[in-house]
């Protein structure tokens, strides 16, 4: 398939959306779904699920709905998560040690391959099954490893110097956990995880 | 102003997205913002923007578009992050100290102000100015403090346990890190923090 990088960020993270919810779904064994039940069960309406869809071709049967595994599979061929990904983590402080344990990653079929630090005693030590690497060998160990996705969990201070080092390296897509804006290049593809976005929201429901 | 809860919960989720841009506008000195702008640094059409915004109000200027400093104020008082909001969280775990000492939440004003654990070599014990409690003494704090807002980070096994003791102490908003559901009546809202779904949009861009 053709990456058509005009598709809107909303687009993609709603399709991660759409496979979280048709994975509850295979969980729960319910076999097909409409785009209203889908929409509702993210908060669009099946306007919306129908769009997202169709920038990516054909799927579902009009007036029946997807099936749902069928559905799921073809999402995650387009999001490219049916094959496994290649995760480095850069900063094992306490975020980056929980992110190296984390069951969700897991859960997903997700692997941090590689982690990485500058403090001396943690190099060298094995993080759930990861050796934290020395942060010198931080461009040579991304290109023997074929990391293709990073994640930063520095301090806010070393995190635009480590960004170019790894730029330098050839990666392309950052989540970066660091509350700041990162300078990069306009092919490269910074997410940011602000966790402080959720609290809001809550806020609007407390009695 | 009435807590209509029928509005969308993704209506709610953008809001708190669209005041992030504002801020982060503000801190550029920009004055005014039209709702075509304001979508397409969220990556949604103008529409989009007018109509989410319109469940609340009259906001804007038609032709003219919003100030930057006065949208934003009105949407913190919307989703009443224009006061102080009182964080809980239990688990001092990796994740729990994280967040503690995590400084995206201090940018935006949110303070735990209460920590929890059941580990003995922790409780008592000061972590970012918040002293870790007895989880123990969980619902006696939880009322005496006025804590409004949970966070989780447990243990995948304790965490229904813990919701349950948590919604016994009269709380109604919790957000959770742990990756399982939780179950909670119909007046409870439990938002999911779900790290992977990153991971997940970020491979769609991997080259």
Redesign the interface.
């Known amino acids: 398939m053709e990456?058509n990088?005009k598709i809107?960020?909303?687009?993609?993270?709603r399709?991660?959306?759409y496979?979280?919810i048709l994975q509850n779904l295979e969980i729960k064994n319910v076999q097909k779904v409409s785009s209203k039940e889908l929409g509702e069960l993210?908060?669009?309406n099946s306007a919306q699920v129908r769009k997202d869809l169709a920038y990516f071709g054909q799927f579902g049967v009009p007036g029946f709905g997807y099936y749902v595994s069928e559905l799921r599979s073809e999402i995650k061929k387009?999001?490219?998560?049916d094959r496994p990904?290649k995760?480095g983590l850069i900063g094992v402080?306490?975020?980056g040690?929980?992110?190296l344990?984390?069951?969700?990653?897991k859960?997903?079929g997700?692997n941090i391959i590689a982690a990485f630090d500058n403090d001396k005693r943690k190099i060298g030590r094995r993080q759930n099954n990861v050796i934290i690497e020395d942060i010198e060998n931080l461009e040579k160990i991304i290109r023997e490893k074929e990391i293709?996705?990073i994640?930063l969990t520095v301090p806010?201070e070393k995190a635009q110097e480590i960004t170019d080092k790894v730029l330098s390296a050839g990666i392309?897509?950052?989540?970066n956990f660091v509350?700041t804006r990162l300078i990069v290049p306009d092919?490269v593809?910074v997410?940011y995880?602000?966790?402080?976005?959720?609290?809001?929201?809550?806020?609007?429901?407390?009695?």
């Open positions: 990456r990088l809107p960020k909303a687009v993609i993270k399709l991660s959306l496979s979280r993210l908060g669009v387009i999001l490219r998560t990904i995760i402080g306490n975020l040690t929980a992110l344990s984390y069951t969700g990653f859960k997903q997700f293709e996705i994640i806010v392309t897509t950052i989540l509350p092919y593809k997410h995880v602000d966790l402080s976005i959720e609290i809001e929201s809550l806020s609007f429901y407390v009695k």
